[in-house]
């Protein structure tokens, strides 16, 4: 599978017909008012429309979900991390998952179409919900993936990771990534902040540094200085690389030296431009 060339037409085919039913309607939450004033429930106002937020799927040990994000739309101007469980009635939906994953060791990506809603309901600054279900697909749910279980719930154990895109956001002056697991179960994720940019996410096979959990359910940020935030200059699978915990006080930055593992997903064309 091509990194840079695919279909991108899913979710904004999906948004532009979400946008034409909405019409005279605004969102606040999973409050709908309609534009004579009547309102259906009583939340928290949000101010995206529900979307179907397509995520990557990925893990064994722990499961994490991972948006896929785009600077083109607003509804998915979002890096999310999620660590999850997965359950469906009558069945055991996350020992399918791993067996699955097992028994297809060339296939790197899984991902996770969930039926629409507000993503930034899962804000832990302001959280209003701890599940959605969906559908796994081996592959991409976009670009030919096949549907191996329908009707799973993703409930949250955890929130590793939100932050809605700024547009006035500095560009970064050197790579960066952050670090999230638990214990040695490790994972790499590149931080994107503006277009261009690019998703990568990884797991760590070897790191000298012991974070704490703590630390870990935060994602420890780590700079390489003297790479430049551009996709060929990423990270690479395999290759052994050095850099510093971002301090954020004062105080001698702190070397870490560690080995990417598997390479889950990497895209770039879906963020090179707003």
Known sequence: MSETNHNKTGRRE???AGAAAAVGFTY???LWVTAAG???NHHVAFSDPPGTHGMLLF???TIYLSHLPMFSMNIHRYQVILEVTLTKEGGDAQADYVRDRRQHP???IYSFE???FILPELDPKNS???SFRGTIFRGHFERGGKPINENVVASVTRVAHFHKFDSEAAALPQL???VFGKDRDLFLAHLITRPPDFDQVMSVSQIDRNFTNEELSEGAPIIFPGKRNTPAQRIKPAIQVIGQVKQTGVGAAKTVKLRPGVQFYFEAGELASS
């Open 38 to 40: 009547s309102i259906t």
């Open 114 to 116: 969930p039926e629409p």
């Open 28 to 30: 606040r939450g999973t």
């Open 176 to 178: 960066e990534y952050f």
């Open 14 to 16: 999906f948004l532009l």
């Open 59 to 61: 893990g064994e040990k």
């Open 106 to 108: 060339g296939t790197r």
């Open 128 to 130: 209003q919900r701890s």
